[in-house]
Nanobody, 115 residues
Framework: QLVESGGGLVQSGGSLRLSCTAS???????????WGWYIQAPGKQRELVAS???????NYADFVKGRFTMSRNNSRKTVWLQMNGLKPEDTGVYYC????????WGQGTQVTVSS
């Protein structure tokens, strides 16, 4: 029910905008939740990249601060991740989920950054 999109192959320094829609959730269940974007890099565990609270307060991992911006639209049940200044180490599969990881994981969207 979590559908991620927007990934692709970009050169170092490029930009991508990822989207995640909770297609089977309703507004009243989506909006009170805090959401996150996660990366699973090759050979590594999934880790949190960015988060946004129900009130729109964002937080970022140190390695993406100043480059990534997370946003949300509750009526559209969607969160986005604007990724600028991409680096090869940003390569991985990106997923969204609540901060409690309460939803079934989607298929993710592959981001590949070439040097």
């Amino acid at each position: 029910q979590l559908v991620e999109s927007g990934g692709g192959l970009v050169q170092s320094g490029g930009s991508l905008r990822l989207s995640c829609t909770a297609s089977r959730m309703i507004f009243s269940t989506f909006s009170p939740l805090d959401w996150g974007w996660y990366i699973q890099a090759p050979g590594k565990q999934r880790e949190l990249v960015a988060s946004i609270t129900k009130n729109g307060v964002t937080n970022y991992a140190d390695f993406v601060k100043g480059r990534f911006t997370m946003s949300r639209n509750n009526s559209r049940k969607t969160v986005w991740l604007q990724m600028n200044g991409l680096k090869p180490e940003d390569t991985g599969v990106y997923y969204c989920n609540t901060l409690e990881q309460s939803q079934a994981w989607g298929q993710g969207t592959q981001v590949t950054v070439s040097s």
